[in-house]
């Protein structure tokens, strides 16, 4: 494409410092034949020439060095820099390219499914941090996603927004305790623009026990609408165990699940409604949908070559057919950390116990 916009078949996750981790992983998962709904990333170069376009960049540098600990500089900081950079003129040069592309993407995707509506297909506008979605992935979920965007002029207005969501008090705080050089690397940020799943089902499946670290495991979580209230903890999933091996399910726990958001009536954003009482403690998942994604998710693990978390969706074509679209993977990292945790409990218990066997040698204990 250009400077400020690539197409996800244009990366690869070697990509990171280019379309932050998101957009590498949608990128790679795309060269390797993954389903992917289609999309591109706007670049991290169109917000560091957008800082750099005038002052703006000292502007914020001065607002962010606050007290870490004192929640009222934290959200005066956050006003402030959320204020200038929706209200700072974006770049002629910066504006044009992604109004190009997500153009190019809605005419693209009208053709494709014989749509006359050719400039205004629902998008998914997700950040794409550069410290996002690796091993470590300490920095995910902390800027904004916004679903069902539609119209060139609305797509821009949300990668603003999710430019600004690199100052939201808590990110601030996280960047504080870093030296300059981090704090900066930290603060690049790019923005996916990718195709919105119609999904009736969405959620995560783990190819590791995120409990246990078990790798001959598969665990999904699955509820109605889209992935969203699973992502955030609003609803409790129907939970299903699969083992590695056929792969075959060896256990589920089915929900109620009382809440899903789904596209706005007047078909821009979303809601979050009840589900009808009649849906509520359904499985949300066929046997053979259970199948789908376990078998996608196994090669996604092939792939990178490590335990997996990925976000899916499930649409249904008319015939009923469900087709799995991936919103993101990441590695797995919940079960890493309690690892970690667990043991520097266990480092710091035989240091204790250590310490006190030498001070009883020497007769100092009483």
């Given at each position: 494409m250009g400077k400020y916009t690539k197409k996800f078949d244009e990366v690869r996750s070697t990509d990171r410092p280019l379309v932050g981790g998101k957009c590498a992983s949608l990128g790679e998962m795309v060269q390797a034949g993954l389903p992917v709904p289609d999309g591109f990333a706007v670049t991290i170069d169109a917000y560091e020439d957008f800082?750099?376009?005038?002052?703006?960049?000292?502007?914020?540098?001065?607002?962010v060095g606050v007290d870490p600990d004192s929640s009222k500089?934290?959200?005066?900081?956050?006003?402030?820099?959320?204020?200038?950079?929706?209200?700072?003129?974006?770049?002629?040069?910066?504006?044009?390219?992604i109004r190009e592309a997500y153009l190019a993407l809605s005419r693209e995707t009208a053709r494709r499914r014989g749509t006359g509506d050719t400039d205004r297909i629902p998008v998914a506008v997700r950040s794409s941090s550069v410290d996002e979605d690796g091993d470590a992935a300490s920095f995910a979920g902390q800027q904004e996603t916004y679903l069902w965007v539609v119209g060139a002029d609305d797509v821009i207005a949300k990668v603003r927004e999710c430019w600004a969501s690199l100052y939201t008090p808590q990110a601030i705080a996280y960047r504080a305790g870093m030296s300059e050089t981090d704090a900066a690397e930290a603060s690049k940020i790019s923005v996916a623009v990718q195709l919105m799943a119609d999904a009736d089902v969405a959620g995560v499946t783990f190819t590791v026990s995120p409990r246990t670290g078990d790798r001959s495991v598969i665990a999904i979580n699955a509820s109605w609408g889209l992935g969203q209230s699973v992502v955030s903890g609003e609803v409790t999933p129907?939970?299903?165990?699969?083992?590695?091996?056929?792969?075959?399910?060896?256990s589920s726990r089915i929900a109620s699940k009382e809440h899903e958001y789904v596209p706005a009536p007047d078909g821009t954003g979303v809601i979050f409604r009840e589900?009808?009482?009649?849906?509520?403690?359904?499985?949300c998942l066929s046997d053979g949908e259970l199948m789908q994604l376990a078998e996608i998710g196994l090669k996604v693990e092939e792939h990178y070559g490590c335990p997996q978390d990925i976000e899916w969706a499930l649409e249904h074509d008319s015939d009923g057919?469900?087709?799995?679209?991936?919103?993101?993977?990441?590695?797995?990292?919940?079960?890493?950390?309690?690892?970690?945790?667990?043991?520097?409990?266990?480092?710091?218990?035989?240091?204790?116990?250590?310490?006190?066997?030498?001070?009883?040698?020497?007769?100092?204990?009483?």
């Open positions: 800082r750099d376009d005038s002052d703006l960049r000292a502007e914020l540098r001065g607002l500089s934290l959200q005066d900081a956050h006003d402030q820099a959320v204020a200038l950079v929706l209200g700072r003129n974006l770049p002629a040069a910066i504006e044009d390219e129907d939970e299903y165990w699969l083992t590695k091996i056929g792969p075959a399910l060896t589900v009808e009482q009649a849906r509520r403690e359904v499985s057919t469900s087709r799995v679209m991936l919103l993101q993977s990441r590695p797995e990292t919940n079960w890493k950390k309690r690892k970690e945790e667990k043991s520097k409990r266990t480092s710091s218990a035989t240091s204790n116990l250590l310490g006190f066997v030498s001070a009883a040698a020497k007769g100092q204990t009483r």
